[in-house]
């Protein structure tokens, strides 16, 4: 569980980083509260919008997972949505069209660590 602890605080961390980006294009040229502005600054919310959006899925079915299913499956699935979502916004901010990888790489850590949940959940239950 210490393992998929340490990945919990890192997918923070990946948030943080992302909130800064968005931060930093949004510069002295885009008052707050606006929500648009420049290219860059649209394509760094929208990073940090869609990490958001994910993350209600991955904390929550990474920590069943960990404790219903095993906790190393639970880490790697999270070290993977990770890497993800660093390809995600590395692509998104350069060429929003070439997003799909990074994107699709954490989906589908999503969908397994829902996968292994729902495996260990029942399992418990039978």
């Known amino acids: 569980m210490l393992t998929v602890a340490l990945v919990t605080l890192i997918i923070l961390l990946q948030y943080n ?3 800064i980006q968005v931060g930093r294009a949004r510069g002295s040229e885009i008052k707050a509260p606006a929500t648009s502005g420049s290219e860059l600054f649209d394509r760094r919310l929208r990073v940090q919008l869609n990490t958001l959006e994910q993350l209600i ?3 929550p079915a ?3 997972c960990a404790y219903f299913y095993r906790a190393d ?4 699935l999270g070290t993977i949505f990770i890497v993800g979502r660093f390809l995600y916004s590395s692509t998104y901010v350069k060429d929003p069209s070439k997003r799909a990888p990074g994107f699709v790489i954490g989906f589908l850590a999503n969908v397994l660590l829902i996968l292994a949940s729902l495996w260990g959940v029942i399992s418990k239950l039978m």
């Open 73 to 76: 499956a639970a880490a790697i």
């Open 62 to 64: 990474m920590w069943i």
């Open 57 to 59: 899925v991955t904390l």
């Open 17 to 19: 980083y992302f909130t």
